[in-house]
């Protein structure tokens, strides 16, 4: 029997695609490699916690000693199964469809999770422009939650994180340069993704992170073309293999 | 035909093992796995130039300009080709030796690279703590160039890279916290080693790093029981199946 479509939390905005975290991507992709059958819920920011509560989610973090529920999410109703976090919804979903696509090639998960954090790492200033363009691609309901819990994490205004001019000049040369170790690292591929010719969870992380630069980022034309266009032929590989589809 | 053994270029101390560096570790234990003979050259460090001058090692970096040369460096006889850099050599010897066990599974190179970079990020304090140590278990000859050459890199004498007290307690604090996140990746592990129950380079890196710390630093006993004893027992799996061995 077909499964039922698996039910996926996501956030909206104002972009054409609609769908714009770095961390949602990463689950769409990890959808669309396994081929799971899923129905988009879009959930805006300040209505993830009752979401997360009503379903029973479980948090993914603690603030000030309360818990803290984030996206994605996803309620698998052909086992019951309610996940949050996208790297243990991609476990998830290899443990419990086996017979599907894998995201994790034996042994790899250590290393997919080092590699995700060195991509963040290397983010840096990109991070703190990257608030700054996202703000700008939310709806009026997120834009007021977003703006006042970012503003209060980081003690200054949205519009200060990586003002235009010499401020943000320097964010991106230093984004450039952190991305030089990235590239090396990806430089050892002996092909189109990160593992070579086989997709994996790997290829999630690498595209939702560069994803989300793309369609909110005015540089990412620039961008583009850092490392002989290695994160802009990424996006394109995983495209073109029909991963970033919209279900 | 057996295969004549490779020239191996490793620094010596005053350490029983006389073996100490993690980045010549690296390439022994990769040699072990390999099950590749090999014969050992020790070099204090101011012969290492002079060393690889002669036989025609490839520079590792440069430093004003000029090309600097570090250990390990390979002479295989068998193909007359010579490699300096640990990372490089494991390519080599995969590439070279086929028919032998696998260092990098498919694919996993990339990943192995980003493993290393958050191995060597998390290091922080403890790099200028090991720095210090290290001084302490070198030859005169070496000592000598070691403290000219660390004291110019760093713009302070040696005994103030780690001074034991507030210093050093805070340098630890912090290794502690930083490899909690390595941690955290290495317990997606799902066997004795990084990659499951097979071996390959992600440990030669793992190990290579905490046996310069097991067998140089003061404070090992304590490091030990850090994170349930994952680095100790991960020193103990390596050794246990003879990857540790001297020739």
């Not at 700008?136 to 819990?149: G, K």
């Not at 340069?177 to 090396?184: I, P, Q, R």
């Not at 999630?204 to 793309?214: E, H, N, R, T």
């Not at 032929?233 to 073109?240: F, I």
Request: hydrophobic content about 40%.
């Amino acid at each position: 029997m077909a499964p039922s479509p698996i039910i996926f939390y996501d956030m909206p905005s104002n972009l054409e695609i609609n769908v714009w975290s770095p961390n949602t991507w990463k689950t769409r992709y990890a959808l669309n490699i396994k081929g799971i059958p899923y129905k988009t819920e879009w959930v805006e920011f300040p209505d993830i916690e009752a979401v997360a509560l009503k379903i029973g989610a479980p948090a993914t973090g603690t603030k000030d000693g309360k818990p803290t529920y984030t996206l994605p999410i996803i309620n698998d109703p052909n086992t019951g199964k309610i996940i949050s976090d996208s790297f243990l919804i991609a476990e998830y979903l290899d443990a419990t469809y086996p017979g599907k696509p894998t995201l994790f090639p034996p042994g790899t998960k250590p290393l997919i999770a080092a590699l995700e954090s060195g991509i963040i790492n290397a983010l840096g200033g990109l991070f703190m422009m990257q608030l700054a363009v996202t703000y700008s691609i939310l709806n009026p309901r997120s834009q007021e939650y977003f703006r006042r819990t970012r503003e209060a994490s980081f003690g200054k205004k949205i519009e200060e994180f990586s003002p235009v001019g010499p401020v943000r000049d320097a964010d991106l040369a230093k984004g450039k340069a952190a991305f030089t170790t990235v590239d090396g690292w990806l430089a050892k591929s002996e092909g189109k993704f990160v593992l070579g010719d086989t997709i994996s969870y790997a290829d999630c992380v690498l595209a939702g992170w560069f994803i989300w630069i793309k369609t909110t980022n005015p540089n990412w034309k620039d961008m583009a073309t850092w490392h002989n266009g290695r994160w802009a032929t990424h996006l394109e590989n995983v495209e073109k293999a029909g991963y970033a589809s919209m279900q």
